[in-house]
């Protein structure tokens, strides 16, 4: 399976569009979006997602109840740390802050988190892959970043976002 991985956008609607449209390029099966959307304002262009949606709440969410209204008609919305199971049966555990997850890693392949805005892909001593993809925004560091996961061969990689409208 395909899973487009994202976060940290804080309403760069033309970085969330850019992502969305690399998602579907690549027929993700699953998108996870791993908090800091930040204003409902920014929740209309993921409707152009071709495939279903899991979304964590970051720290920074201005109105989460606005958020999971509109995230209602797109996908699933949950406070982390959550866990969730894909059909191949990889099992995602979710979170915005890594510190979350202490204690609860057990029985997950993948650990998807954010908060730092920087991009790592790495493995545990349990040998579990985890998955930060960095910041979509560009905000913090200059540096749009997002991620595709193959559960096939559970691996990840990361792919920056150019200024410019452009992926590298």
């Known amino acids: 399976m395909r899973i487009g991985i994202f976060a940290d956008a804080h309403d760069h609607l033309q970085n969330i ?7 579907n390029d690549w027929d993700c099966d699953w998108v996870v979006f791993a908090g800091d959307l930040v204003s409902t304002f920014a929740v209309p262009p993921l409707r152009r997602l071709k495939c279903r949606m899991v979304f964590s709440y970051g720290d920074n969410e201005g ?8 995230m209602s008609v797109i996908g699933e919305v949950a406070e982390p740390p959550f866990c969730f199971q894909v059909e191949d049966g990889t099992r995602l555990l979710v979170t915005h802050q890594f510190e979350l997850v202490r204690g ?3 029985g997950s392949d993948v650990i998807i988190y954010a908060h ?14 985890l998955i930060n993809p960095g910041e979509a925004s560009g905000w913090s560091f200059g540096q749009s970043t997002i991620a595709l996961l193959e559960t096939d061969r559970m691996e990840a990689q990361l792919i920056k ?3 410019n409208g452009e992926f590298v």
């Open 104 to 106: 609860l890693t057990d």
């Open 17 to 23: 569009r850019l992502a969305v449209q690399r998602f």
């Open 116 to 129: 730092t805005h920087r991009a790592r892909i790495h493995h545990d001593q349990q040998g579990r892959l």
């Open 63 to 70: 109105n989460k109840v606005g958020i999971r209204g509109g």
């Open 161 to 163: 976002l150019q200024a």
